[in-house]
């Protein structure tokens, strides 16, 4: 009876201590049988760009359309030729728009069209980068009154290849990591069974340029633009599973 009653007072004690005493903190790492063991390596690489991109159009107004679009398709004309002339493939100037814009006289209840915008604007992809501040120029000296800003981009060769040469680096840091802590815990790791990767890629660098309506005239500029590419970074990630034998 003694016996039972010990029993019975000791999980009623312990009943008591769950409810109402004090928590205990517990702080485990575990890894059950079976489970992978799991790390993860950092490739980084810094690569220059090698395509830049620039945006140029030309806008105007006018009282007539018709009069308005001949003479934008005629300075358009003359933008593409002069771009051409400086190495730059009829295949690297797109059209990224056309616009037509009504204009109207809002001082009266009726809205009559007093004239008419008209604007176009071109994409130029530029690869030989010794012609870009020239390309600027040029531009402008040939009708452009809007530019736009520049990016610099990877081409997608350059950008396969750099992205694989930082998968590279980042698989083989996990595999060090991996051999350090396998060979400071003790264990045998056998087989990768998973490979995960997360890419942090800068690849596009922005610079802004003058436009038309607030910026510097390039025309009457002392001196281009100098405008340099730099260099970029693409930051990949892999984590590998292991086996633990």
């Known amino acids: 009876m003694k016996r039972i009653g010990a029993i019975i007072t000791f999980f009623i004690l312990l009943f008591i201590f769950a409810k109402w005493g004090p928590a205990i903190n517990f702080n485990t790492t575990t890894q059950a049988k079976g489970d992978p063991f799991v790390v993860s390596g950092e490739g980084k690489v810094t690569v220059t760009p090698d395509i830049a991109k620039i945006t140029v159009g030309i806008q105007e107004n006018g009282t007539s359309l018709k009069q308005v679009q001949d003479s934008v398709n005629k300075k358009s004309k003359t ?19 056309y616009n037509v814009y009504p204009q109207y006289d809002f001082t009266n ?16 992809t530029i690869k030989n980068f010794d012609i870009i501040n020239n390309a600027i120029v040029t531009s402008t000296t040939s009708g452009a009154n809007v530019v736009g800003g520049i990016n610099f981009q990877l081409s997608d060769a350059t950008q396969k290849q750099k992205l694989q040469d930082a998968r590279d680096l980042a698989v083989k840091d996990a595999k060090d990591k991996a051999d350090g802590l396998a060979k400071a815990a003790g264990i045998t790791l ?49 984590s590998l599973s292991y086996e633990v034998r």
């Open 79 to 97: 933008l593409t030729d002069a771009l051409k002339k400086l190495g730059i493939a009829d295949s690297d100037i797109k059209t990224v728009s």
């Open 109 to 124: 209840i009726v809205q009559n069209i007093t004239g008419y915008q008209v604007s176009t604007n071109y994409e130029v």
């Open 190 to 238: 056998g087989k990768v069974i998973n490979v995960s990767e997360n890419q942090n890629n800068n690849v596009v660098r922005q610079f802004a340029l003058p436009v038309a309506g607030g910026g510097v005239d390039l025309q009457k500029s002392i001196a281009p633009p100098q405008v340099q590419p730099g260099q970029t970074e693409i930051d990949v990630t892999i």
